[in-house]
């Protein structure tokens, strides 16, 4: 491709980065899927290492976050607020600590590395300076250098210790952590937001602090920013410490040695992933050693010393808590497995289609399974497959409805005239309008955009 194409294609890549960016950040929208965002930057970040003449001030690379919005006083943070390199493989996995020892000049025979694995919180970062013990200011991350003074909004979240009166508890510290809301809250209070991240940004930058109070929102604290009087030599201490101060760390977070436990550790906590009541999206690495990263430092806008291991973004692991049977137009009974709610690349699934009665035969699902559940596109969420190992014994095999659940009906399987082969979807076999739930959804096809498109008159008005 000539220079010019390579230069327009990375520009418009940029110009669309910052406006998904700025939406998501200044109004809480996410317009796209996170993993398409996350695409979008390691497809700009593929292109700068590939043709070095490509530079803009608005690379990802260069900046994390956004500007901070105009209704919020800005400040500067002391220590800026970085981003993490993200890792989506093993082969990742290697490469970071290939480069570590390197950079560290060691080498991995006679050289074990300890990581602090902390699962990510999906939810907002924020900054919180004590001094003398004493809650005094509250940031936002912003653009990484400057924050939002939301300090009215955090003081509202119980989660945060306003005052500390241990002796080890530094003079002064940013401590730093993550806002967010439980996805059983979200449930309960949400009003228009896609994800329990959005709702709890658009709580902490409401206006007023009254109306952050209303949201309960949490805080898991995990890092710190400037820090007065610490005496403090490895991650794992200092969150041991945090939680004798009086602040909340996440219960899941260990100690790691080696690249096939970090692993280990990934594949069984993202097993573990639907029974949390807040949303992870991966897991954080830190070498653990506060004087190794001192040395390892900094590239860019990342620590050397630490990178983010992304879950699957179109697929998670749940549990099947029923199982629906839908009566369509045609009669078809289609099976829908209601399943425990999971985020999957940022947006909250709680149902899964079974497709037809063959389908749950051949997978053999049953209600209280563990399954792996796909989302691509704009296609419905599908079951991947079962996991026979997480099975209670006391499970009983799906037993299809043999008569319609609307109206009671005989149900049937058609037979192919040609091939001679029973259909796989079972219809119920009321005729015309009999059956209510045939006739609403005959309805509904009639009024809408695919036949008449009947303004106004919606599938609500039609039920
Ligand atoms: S450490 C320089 N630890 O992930 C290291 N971040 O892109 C900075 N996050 O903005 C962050 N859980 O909002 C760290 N245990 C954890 C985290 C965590 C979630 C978020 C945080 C940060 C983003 C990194």
Redesign the pocket.
């Known amino acids: 491709m000539k220079k010019d194409l390579i230069k327009k294609n990375y520009q418009e890549k940029i110009k669309q980065f910052n406006h998904y960016n700025k939406k998501y950040y200044d109004e809480n929208i996410s317009e796209i899927l996170d993993s398409d965002f996350d695409n979008l930057k390691q497809e700009i970040i593929e292109l700068e290492k590939k043709h070095v003449f490509l530079k803009s001030k608005k690379s990802p690379q260069l900046n994390?976050?956004f500007t901070p919005s105009k209704n919020f006083k800005k400040v500067s943070h002391r220590v800026p607020?970085?981003?993490?390199s993200?890792a989506f493989t093993e082969e990742d996995l290697l490469n970071f600590e290939k480069k570590i020892l390197n950079f560290l000049d060691k080498k991995s025979d006679d050289f074990q590395i300890e990581y602090?694995a902390?699962?990510?919180?999906?939810?907002?970062?924020a900054s919180i300076t004590y001094k003398n013990g004493k809650f005094k200011t509250g940031l936002s991350?912003g653009d990484g250098k400057e924050g939002e003074d939301i300090t009215s909004n955090l003081k509202t979240i119980e989660d945060i210790p306003k005052e500390i009166s241990a002796k080890d508890f530094p003079n002064e510290i940013e401590i730093?952590?993550?806002v967010f809301i439980k996805n059983s809250d979200f449930k309960k209070f949400n009003t228009k937001f896609a994800n329990p991240r959005n709702a709890a940004s658009g709580s902490l930058r409401q206006k007023n602090p009254e109306d952050t109070k209303k949201i309960p929102l949490k805080f898991?604290a995990?890092?710190f920013g400037f820090e007065k009087g610490m005496n403090i030599l490895n991650q794992n201490e200092y969150l041991k410490k945090l939680s004798i101060w009086g602040f909340k760390t996440?219960p899941l977070?260990k100690l790691i040695k080696g690249t096939k436990n970090l692993m280990q550790n990934y594949i069984q906590i993202e097993k573990l992933r639907s029974n949390i009541d807040f949303d992870?999206?991966g897991i954080?690495y830190?070498i653990n050693s506060f004087e190794l990263q001192k040395r390892l430092g900094?590239v860019a806008n990342?620590?050397r010393w630490?990178i983010?291991h992304k879950f699957s973004a179109n697929s998670g692991i749940s549990k099947i808590l029923d199982i629906d049977i839908q009566v369509g137009r045609t009669g078809a009974l289609t099976p829908v497995a209601k399943i425990d709610p999971i985020n999957i690349g940022g947006v909250l699934v709680s149902n899964a289609t079974l497709h037809n009665e063959d389908e749950i035969i051949r997978k053999d699902i049953r209600i209280g399974d563990t399954v792996v559940i796909e989302r691509a596109g704009d296609v419905i969420p599908h079951i991947i497959s079962v996991d026979f190992k997480k099975r209670d014994i006391s499970s009983k095999k799906f037993i299809f409805p043999i008569k319609c659940p609307s109206c009671g009906s005989n149900t049937i399987k058609e037979e192919n005239l040609i091939t001679k082969k029973k259909d796989a979807i079972r219809r119920c076999s009321s005729e015309g309008f009999e059956c209510e739930k045939v006739a609403v959804e005959k309805i509904k096809h009639f009024v809408s955009k695919e036949a008449l498109n009947i303004e106004g008159f919606g599938k609500k008005i039609v039920e």
């Open positions: 994390v976050g607020m970085l981003s993490l993200n602090s902390e699962p990510k919180i999906d939810g907002i970062s991350r730093r952590g993550e898991i995990y890092t996440n977070n992870i999206d954080v830190k900094y990342a620590p630490a983010a």
